[in-house]
């Protein structure tokens, strides 16, 4: 299958910083990337649709100014979180079309 | 209405045996294509196996089967002779039509007894 990767894979920021995370396909080229979060014994809920090029569609409830998506190329993705705060923490998983989704490995953030 | 339905919140299955993990769908799009996916303690998330709306045959992938039965918009997971290392949530997904988003059900947590 395909090679997505992410990074960080986790960090831990203090409330009110912005954190950033990166989402690469190694090994091909998506002009179409999800983001998703996911708490503690829950399902993912898609955040958004990156697509390369232009501006990232966001799901209902989510806030494009405090989650901003950039898909500056093929091959990368980046979410940032602006503003965290604790409630921001979660798992954040991002996923390649490529075909079926191949998901990278998650970031684990924590805000203190 | 929820899209995708997993009924079993957690098995518990002794090691070798045959598991069946629960998958109903609901979508009025006669194009879809339904996933299962593994996520293990660490997070990743594993594909598994998918079946198209128009498939014609239940997709198998090695130990996974997808029993697929259309009429009962029904899409069970089946691991033949599962594994120490099969224990892992297990998430039903669905994609509609000409759709890229995928929408996963709540999972269910297989425990595999040794």
């Known amino acids: 299958g395909a090679v997505v990767s992410q990074h960080p894979s986790r960090v831990i920021c203090k409330s009110g910083t912005s954190v950033k995370i990166e989402c690469r396909s190694l090994?091909?080229?998506?002009?179409?990337m999800f983001w998703y979060r996911q708490f503690p014994k829950q399902s993912l809920m898609l955040m958004a649709t990156?697509?390369?090029?232009?501006?990232?569609?966001?799901e209902q409830g989510v806030e494009k100014d405090k989650f901003l998506i950039n898909h500056a190329s093929l091959t990368l993705s980046t979410l940032t979180v602006t503003s965290a705060h604790p409630e921001d923490s979660s798992f954040y998983i991002c996923?390649?079309?490529?075909?079926?989704?191949?998901f990278g490995p998650g970031t684990r953030l924590l805000v203190l | 209405a929820q899209k995708i339905t997993q009924t079993q919140p957690g098995m518990f299955v002794q090691e070798k045996e045959a598991v069946t993990l629960d998958c109903t769908y609901d979508?009025?799009?006669?194009?879809?294509?339904l996933f299962w996916y593994k996520q293990p303690s660490s997070g990743e998330m594993i594909f598994l196996i998918y079946?198209?709306?128009?498939?014609?045959q239940n997709a198998t992938e090695g130990r996974y089967s997808l029993n697929f039965q259309k009429a009962r918009k029904s899409a069970n997971l089946v691991i033949s002779a599962s594994q120490l290392g099969d224990s892992a949530m297990y998430f039903c997904?669905?994609?509609?039509?000409?759709?890229?988003?995928?929408?996963f059900g709540k999972g269910t947590r297989l425990h595999i007894l040794p």
């Open positions: 979508t009025s799009d006669p194009s879809y294509g």
């Open positions: 090994d091909f080229q998506a002009t179409t």
């Open positions: 079946q198209g709306s128009y498939d014609q």
């Open positions: 990156s697509n390369e090029g232009s501006k990232a569609t966001y």
């Open positions: 996923s390649c079309q490529r075909g079926t989704q191949y």
């Open positions: 997904a669905m994609r509609e039509g000409g759709d890229d988003k995928i929408i």
